[in-house]
T-cell receptor, first 114, second 113 residues
Framework: AQSVTQPDIHITVSEGASLELRCNYS??????LFWYVQSPGQGLQLLLK??????LVQGIKGFEAEFKRSQSSFNLRKPSVHWSDAAEYFC????????????FGQGTTLQVKP | DVKVTQSSRYLVKRTGEKVFLECVQD?????MFWYRQDPGLGLRLIYF???????EKGDIPEGYSVSREKKERFSLILESASTNQTSMYLC????????????FGPGTRLTVL
C-alpha cells in the first residue's frame, strides 16, 4: 500500500538557518508529490508540487524540494528560515490511478528560534 | 483564487447530537473531500465525492455520512456525535481536469462534550 512518512515530528531551527524537512514515500510508479503548509488555526496551503520533469521544484515563500527516485524521497528545503515559517508541514502523495485522492504524512511541526 | 469555505470555525456539540458541517467551493471543482486532522496522525480521509450525488468512503468513514446535492457544496454529517469525534475537520476540493492539487478550507474545530 502507498504510504508517506515524515520521520521528524518536531524540528527547531534558528532564524536565518537553513532547513530541510524529510519525506519518504512508498509508491510503485512515478508519484505526484506535494508539500503543504498549515499555519496555526488555518487550512492547508500548497507550497509546491512535483509531477514530472526537473527533479528540483521551486515553490512559494522561498521553498524548494528535490525528488530523488532512488531514495524514494521528496525533501523540502529553505536556505534561510524566517520566524513566519513556523508552522506544520505536510508531505502528500497522490493515490495511484488519477483518483484525485492524496495520502498525507503525519506532519512536521517547525519551531523557529529568534 | 480558489476559495473553499466552511460554515463554522469552531463548534461545540453534545454527545448524541446530529451535526452538520458544510463546505462550499467557488471554482466549479468536480472533486471534494472531507478529512479529519488529529495530532500525530496527519490528515485522514473520511469521504470524498467525484460528482454531484456521488460519494465514496475514505479511510475512516465509520460514524460519518456525506451529502452532495449541488456541485459546489459538500456536507459532512455526524449522525450521533461521540466524544471520539472531537477533532479538526478540513474540507478540500480539486479539479478532475487539472493535475490534482487540492485546495483547502480553513477547517472546523469540533468539540463533542
Amino acid at each position: 500500500a502507498q504510504s508517506v512518512t515524515q520521520p521528524d515530528i518536531h524540528i527547531t531551527v534558528s532564524e536565518g538557518a537553513s532547513l530541510e524537512l524529510r519525506c519518504n514515500y512508498s509508491y510503485g510508479a512515478t508519484p505526484y508529490l506535494f508539500w503543504y503548509v498549515q499555519s496555526p488555526g488555518q487550512g492547508l496551503q500548497l507550497l509546491l508540487k512535483y509531477f514530472s520533469g526537473d527533479t528540483l521544484v521551486q515553490g512559494i515563500k522561498g521553498f524548494e524540494a528535490e525528488f530523488k527516485r532512488s531514495q524514494s524521497s521528496f525533501n523540502l528545503r529553505k536556505p534561510s528560515v524566517h520566524w513566519s515559517d513556523a508552522a506544520e508541514y505536510f508531505c502528500a502523495v497522490e493515490v495511484s490511478g488519477n483518483t484525485g485522492k492524496l495520502i498525507f504524512g503525519q506532519g512536521t511541526t517547525l519551531q523557529v528560534k529568534p | 483564487d480558489v476559495k473553499v469555505t466552511q460554515s463554522s470555525r469552531y463548534l461545540v456539540k453534545r454527545t448524541g447530537e446530529k451535526v452538520f458541517l458544510e463546505c462550499v467551493q467557488d471554482m466549479d471543482h468536480e472533486n471534494m473531500f472531507w478529512y479529519r486532522q488529529d495530532p500525530g496522525l496527519g490528515l485522514r480521509l473520511i469521504y470524498f465525492s467525484y460528482d454531484v450525488k456521488m460519494k465514496e468512503k475514505g479511510d475512516i468513514p465509520e460514524g460519518y455520512s456525506v451529502s452532495r446535492e449541488k456541485k459546489e457544496r459538500f456536507s459532512l454529517i455526524l449522525e450521533s456525535a461521540s466524544t471520539n469525534q472531537t477533532s479538526m475537520y478540513l474540507c478540500a476540493s480539486s479539479s478532475s481536469i487539472a493535475v490534482n492539487e487540492q485546495f483547502f478550507g480553513p477547517g472546523t474545530r469540533l468539540t463533542v462534550l
